[in-house]
């Protein structure tokens, strides 16, 4: 009785060692499949600036920007690529070990989310300047401008890690009223961003609010460790 209840034991952990793997693997390519279908559609079918209005509160926006998250343009492209690049592996490397560790399934979904979400901006980072036309603004229409078009590799309007990355969602909620100080008139939720950011900022946010101990104890670890590493050298030795 007691070998099955094992076994039964053991099969379980074995279940979920396998799930986690399994999400681990899967979730981050279908974010970054939907993520550049979505991109590849705007890109190919819109102008700079031009917007479809789905309600009020919802437009599709083609906007562009070098590869910050929610339009945010500040750090140039390829110093931003490669940092980016390098959050991701160390990310991976996060990830294999709290797979291997057993850690919660939620974390390792939103793990796998940001994960995920940054790879997607990379490619558009990547490879977008080398495998698309230059995207003409909206005003141009008027003289024959047409959306951007796939193009053989490396014939593209830039060069390796200096494409930029496709943004396309946008949220106006509401403006604010001219009573209010400094916001007055603005739009509130102004941000145009695309799949990839979501999947970072609901990955991060889901993180946040229901893994906080687990993140703080994977943050701590490291520190804990060296100082267990520390008492045991000042220990003295027992005879």
């Not at 796939?150 to 496709?166: E, N």
């Not at 950011?197 to 993180?207: F, K, L, P, T, Y």
Request: glycine fraction near 8%; hydrophobic fraction near 50%; charged fraction near 15%.
């Amino acid at each position: 009785m007691a070998n099955d209840r094992q076994t039964s034991f053991t099969y379980t952990i074995f279940t979920l060692m396998k799930l986690r793997a399994l999400l681990a693997f899967f979730i981050p390519i279908g974010i970054i499949l939907v993520d550049q279908l979505i991109k590849i559609a705007i890109k190919t079918r819109f102008l700079l600036g031009e917007s479809y209005e789905i309600a009020s509160w919802f437009q599709l926006r083609f906007t562009e920007n070098r590869g910050m998250a929610f339009g945010m343009d500040f750090i140039g492209t390829g110093i931003l690529t490669i940092f980016r690049l390098c959050a991701v592996a160390f990310f991976i490397y996060v990830l294999r070990k709290e797979v291997k560790k057993a850690a919660p399934i939620g974390f390792v979904v939103c793990l796998s989310m940001i994960i995920a979400g940054a790879f997607g901006n990379i490619v558009d980072n990547a490879f977008y300047g080398l495998i698309f036309t230059e995207s003409a603004p909206y005003y141009a229409a008027a003289m024959g401008a047409t959306p951007a078009h796939l193009v053989a590799m490396g014939q593209g309007y830039g060069t390796f890690l200096h494409g930029h990355v496709v943004d396309m969602f946008y949220f106006p909620l509401f403006q604010w009223p001219d009573w209010v100080p400094v916001l007055k008139g603005s739009t509130f939720f102004g941000a145009i961003f695309n799949f990839a950011d979501a999947a970072i900022s609901v990955g991060a946010a889901a993180m946040i609010l229901f893994y906080r101990k687990h993140l703080s104890a994977l943050m701590n670890a490291p520190t804990a460790k060296t100082e267990q590493t520390s008492e045991a050298e000042n220990c003295p030795e027992e005879k």
